[in-house]
């Protein structure tokens, strides 16, 4: 990762080009007369069916109707949307909290404003073929995985959290982009990767039935991807923040109760962009994801103190942040949506 002080420096020189810092924001008008904020929300990765939300959002005016004229970029992983967050290059990011968390102790000036995905989709990925049912059979597999990364920092938590220890699996490191390629190759056994991204693509790609260890239900949760947004965002823009987090609280709410049309409204949105039967795969695999035990029955993005502390104490102890902050060193916990 950069260093604080780089990542300061660049944010000094693009603060003024972004319209942070004391610019004056962009707005725009529609047709109806109403002036809307230009906005910006860059993603962890390229689109996929997770992000079905903010498009479908968008297309059906959930945005516009919260003052917001959203444009959605891609990104090249949570780490670098963080940093470009804390930076002034994007409003607001859509990030893994173990990025957010790492990127705060590293000195970033940037919070999650509300975790989405609460139920963490990190798992383990292999075709069903290879017959592995369990953890434990997992014992002398090969496993592509991307070293220095949140998956392969937690990965020796969910080994020990089921009776297994480093040694008795082989890691093979290699860049995100080549994990499927490992694994479709016979290079290795499985991957370390979220199983609403590579699984079904994989599943596509080699016309084979792709399974998965899911954390998650083999003692081991946290929080996943969220919004965040720069400390100069939410001392400077108002309203802004809260506006975001409640439009796209209604945008996951709405995609729930239509998700072919929330496939429909990606088409287009990126080069790379998968077929509509893994992009549906991919939505309907997130939408599992939005609650945990707490809250149930909540407006998706709403959070607890509870959920935050467990999420900062496996971090901690995997080592990806060195000493454990309050909740509050991360979170704004006063712009949950209503319901």
Known sequence: ????????????????????????????????????????????????????????????????????????????????TVQATAAGQTDFGWADTPAVLAGVSQGLDVKNIGVFLQTTPASVQFFTEQNISSPADLRGKTIATTAGDALSKTFPAFLKANGLAEGDVSLQNTDAAGKMAAVMSGQTDALLGYATDQGPTMQERAGKEVSYLRFAEHGLNFYSNGLIAAQDVLDERGDLPSRMVAATSEAWTAVQQNQPAAVDAMQGASEQLPSKEVLAEQLASTLELLHTDSTQGQAPGVNTEADWRATIEIFAEAGVIENAEEPSAYWVSDLAPEE
């Open 1 to 80: 990762m950069k260093l604080p002080a780089l990542v300061a420096g660049v944010a000094a020189v693009l603060l003024f080009a972004v319209g942070c810092g004391g610019s004056e924001p962009e707005t725009t008008t529609n047709a109806q007369g109403q002036t809307l904020d230009k906005v910006t929300l860059t993603l962890n990765w390229y689109p996929y069916g997770e992000h079905a939300p903010f498009f479908y959002g968008k297309a059906q005016g959930i945005y516009e109707k919260h003052g917001i004229d959203l444009e959605i970029r891609a990104g090249q992983g949570s780490q670098k």
